[in-house]
């Protein structure tokens, strides 16, 4: 059964930065796409950025230059380094593996 954990969100002021964690258990880890996702209130989800096998990236150009995704296959985990955090960055963040989901992590950015 897949399962995907996420960790590390939290309560940040603007211009702040936080690491989100996902760990992952019941499947093959290193030959999978990763992705983290995010929903603020009242909006659909987004991607915000995925990750190959390969370690090729592609992000949301909200993020762009401001968030890196990279993976540890070793430990079975995907990270999401978030940098000069906005308000608007402001919801819930999703770590995604083809159709499972995990529980979400909320980040606030807030003064």
């Known amino acids: 059964q897949v399962r995907l954990v996420e960790s590390g969100g939290g309560l940040v002021q603007p211009g702040g930065s936080l690491r989100l964690s996902c760990t992952a258990s019941?499947?093959?880890?290193?030959?999978?796409?990763m992705g983290w996702y995010r929903q603020a209130p009242g909006k659909q989800r987004e991607l915000v950025a995925g990750?190959?096998?390969?370690?090729?990236?592609n992000y949301a150009d909200s993020v762009k230059g401001r968030f890196t995704i990279s993976r540890d296959n070793a430990k079975k985990t995907v990270f999401l380094q978030m940098s000069s955090l906005k308000p608007e960055d402001t919801a819930v963040y999703y770590c995604?593996?083809?159709?499972?989901w995990g529980q979400g992590t909320q980040v606030t950015v807030s003064s």
């Open positions: 990750i190959t096998s390969g370690g090729i990236t």
């Open positions: 995604n593996y083809a159709t499972a």
């Open positions: 019941g499947f093959i880890f290193g030959i999978n796409f």
